[in-house]
């Protein structure tokens, strides 16, 4: 049973920074693109960051250069590090799999986690 825990959010004030992190378990991760989304409420859910396989990496425009994508396929983990937050980034964070390669697209991914929720203050 694939299972992927999300972990690591919270409230910060605007300008702060956060790691979210993603545990995998029930997969051959190694071989699995690792995605985040988030929704904000009465939003759709959109494509925040994508890892594929082979670690190449790809970012919505509105988090280039404030967040960072890396996993850690030895301990099953993929992580999102987001700095010089803004209230316009509180969402639920969601990660995501789907096999090797990433694209913008959630309906593609096969697994989910159950979110982690956070929240910028001005």
């Known amino acids: 049973q694939v299972q992927l825990v999300e972990s690591g959010g919270g409230s910060v004030q605007a300008g702060g920074s956060l790691k979210l992190s993603c545990a995998a378990s029930?997969?051959?991760?190694?071989?699995?693109?690792m995605g985040w989304f988030r929704q904000a409420p009465g939003k759709e859910r959109e494509f925040v960051a994508g890892i594929s396989w082979v670690d190449s990496k790809y970012y919505a425009d509105s988090v280039k250069g404030r967040f960072t994508i890396s996993r850690d396929n030895a301990e099953n983990t993929v992580f999102l590090q987001m700095n010089s937050l803004k209230p316009e980034d509180t969402a639920v964070y969601y990660c995501?799999?789907?096999?090797?390669?990433?694209?913008?697209?959630?309906?593609?991914?096969?697994?989910w986690g159950q979110g982690t929720q956070v929240t910028v203050s001005f």
């Open positions: 029930g997969l051959s991760f190694s071989r699995y693109g």
């Open positions: 995501a799999a789907r096999p090797k390669y990433v694209n913008m697209r959630g309906s593609d991914y096969d697994y």
